[in-house]
């Protein structure tokens, strides 16, 4: 039997004995099975399905960009959780996903650095996947040198989620980041304090841009 399928079985079980019983010392109700179940048995769309479709629809020609923003929006509240951010890999979403990260849309490339950021929060194996897709200097210059404000905020965000913890992302950083903002020692991807150091140089400096 399919896992989620025997999650909801047991579920309807425990909760049917715990309804038909009047000991108050019973155990109480227990909360609803997985969403992922509840759709294998009512016929809705996986999670996977959706972050499919979105995609899809971030990058057909025929989605105006306010539709496009709202599948941006949905893509990245599904990756909040690491089991979907971990999905990306195998959906094939990650190549497409940094490729926003230069599109010519202000409000894509925004949208693209904040579900980078949140895919690879505290999450080695979506962090491993970035640096091997090089998108650590993208979104290094997308940090200093965009025109737009809430790209290069994102884009902050992207890195210091990529590289807190994960010694690899770090060190790439430091070759990416601009010559005068490289710290002077080796630092360990777990001390925050030089991380936030040079985070708060990266807002500084794109501070500075100004939106041709």
């Known amino acids: 039997m399919d896992p989620g399928m025997n999650q ?13 019983t009047s000991d108050p010392q019973a155990p ?3 909360p609803p ?9 009512f016929g ?20 105006t960009l306010p539709d496009k923003l709202v599948a941006f929006d949905n893509l990245e ?34 949208m693209a650095a904040w579900c980078v950021g949140t895919a690879v929060q505290n999450n080695v194996k979506a962090q491993e ?9 993208v979104l290094v210059g997308l940090a200093v040198g965009d025109g737009e ?3 290069r ?8 989620s990529e590289v807190r913890n994960y010694q690899p992302g770090f060190e790439e950083l430091v070759r990416a980041l601009p010559e005068g903002m490289r710290p002077g020692r080796k630092v360990d991807a777990g001390d925050m304090e030089p991380i936030d150091r040079i985070m708060d140089q990266l807002r500084t400096h794109g501070s500075a841009v100004t939106t041709s």
Do not use: C
């Open 8 to 20: 909801l079985l047991k579920w309807s079980i425990e909760n049917a004995s715990s309804t038909e």
């Open 28 to 30: 109480t109700a227990r």
């Open 33 to 41: 099975p997985n969403p992922e179940a509840l759709n294998a048995l």
């Open 44 to 63: 809705g769309p996986s999670d996977a399905d959706l972050m499919k479709q979105s995609m899809t629809a971030i990058l057909s020609p025929q989605t």
């Open 77 to 110: 509240q599904l990756i909040e959780t690491i089991d979907n951010a971990n999905n990306l890999e195998p959906l094939g979403l990650w190549t497409p996903l940094v490729s926003l990260l230069s599109a010519e849309e202000a409000e894509l490339r925004r």
């Open 129 to 137: 996947r970035l640096l091997v897709l090089g998108a650590i200097p």
């Open 149 to 151: 404000s809430g790209v």
């Open 153 to 160: 905020r994102k884009a902050v965000y992207a890195l210091s």
